[in-house]
């Protein structure tokens, strides 16, 4: 069973940054493709970034030139660093998991049905 347990949240003003982490909990040391999704109050669940095994990324229009999803060569833990942070920015924000590195899951960053595992989300706040 796959844990993953996101931490880093938090609020800032505008222009400022936060570094989100996403932790795979136990000894499962498979390759696995991730991503960073957020969803404020009232919108849909939006994927924001995605990082393949490979190291392959894929970004929202929105957070591109902003946010860098990485895993700082930790197998078990992603991280998504967010500068220039914007009041739009302002959501929960969940990481989710694919092990199956059979499919493509750059091209599903933004497509929910596809992330088989998720965290229970951070919340982000910029004012």
């Known amino acids: 069973h796959v844990q993953l347990v996101e931490s880093g949240g938090g609020s800032v003003t505008a222009g400022g940054s936060l570094s989100l982490s996403c932790e795979r909990s136990?000894?499962?040391?498979?390759?696995?493709?991730m991503a960073w999704f957020r969803q404020a109050p009232g919108n849909q669940r939006e994927g924001v970034a995605a990082?393949?095994?490979?190291?392959?990324?894929s970004y929202a229009d929105s957070v591109k030139g902003r946010f860098t999803i990485s895993n700082a060569n930790a197998k078990n833990t992603r991280y998504l660093q967010m500068n220039s942070l914007k009041p739009e920015d302002t959501a929960m924000y969940y990481c989710?998991?694919?092990?199956?590195?059979?499919?493509?899951?750059?091209?599903?960053?933004?497509?929910?049905?596809?992330?088989?595992?998720w965290g229970q989300g951070t919340q982000v706040t910029v004012s």
């Open positions: 989710a998991a694919d092990l199956d590195l059979r499919r493509l899951c750059l091209l599903n960053r933004n497509y929910e049905g596809f992330w088989d595992y």
């Open positions: 136990g000894y499962d040391y498979r390759p696995y493709c």
């Open positions: 990082l393949d095994s490979d190291g392959s990324t």
